[in-house]
């Protein structure tokens, strides 16, 4: 860490013992994420009810190169947190995932959605119960009345866009099945 942590309390009497639960949770963010270049820790409890225990916030403030990162949580919502180990817990856990989703995102590692198979309706053929689907990619696909999902097959019209599962039958591709959607747009 390029500045040292910095640990405050306000409404808390001062702890040794909390503050060195609070310094193992910075060396962990430490070693989770590099380089941290500044931390700044708060612990506090606000209010003091009357037939219950006090509630704690831990609020942190995470500066790392292009970023600053910030937890504080709404301590009215969780009870647990009359325990100010647990509210140091749940901040620091919260600050790990936001830490663990930056590092993701810089790495080029987050997640992407692949477009289903899709097409569009090409031609209906419904007295007989079956049409054919364009594919995206152009193949021309068979599909029957019974591969579309919700019993669809009435609403449907040349033109429909329609996400499909293919599959090979003896004659070639054929959709298992076929869902109506507007999502999507062809070419």
């Not at 970023?67 to 919260?94: C, M, S, T």
Request: with cysteine; net charge negative; charged share 30%.
């Amino acid at each position: 860490m390029i500045k040292p942590p910095e640990i405050s309390f306000r409404h808390v009497e001062h702890s040794d013992a909390i503050e060195a639960a609070v310094r193992e949770r910075i060396e962990r963010l430490g070693r989770l994420y590099e380089p941290i270049m500044g931390c700044t820790v708060t612990v506090d409890a606000p209010h003091r009810h009357q037939n219950k225990g006090r509630i704690y916030t831990v609020d942190i403030d995470l500066s790392v190169p292009g970023h600053e990162l910030v937890v504080n949580r709404d301590p009215h919502k969780n009870r647990a947190h009359e325990d100010v180990y647990v509210a140091i817990r749940d901040a620091f856990d919260a600050a790990e995932r936001q830490l663990k989703k930056l590092a993701e995102l810089q790495r080029g590692d987050v997640k992407t959605h692949e477009i289903p198979p899709h097409g569009e309706v090409a031609v209906l053929f419904p007295e007989e119960d079956y049409g054919f689907i364009e594919a995206a990619d152009g193949r021309q696909i068979y599909f029957h009345r019974n591969a579309v999902v919700n019993g669809e097959f009435a609403n449907l019209d040349v033109g429909t866009v329609v996400e499909i599962v293919v599959t090979e039958g003896d004659k070639g591709p054929q959709a298992s099945t076929v869902k109506p959607t507007t999502s999507w747009k062809i070419g």
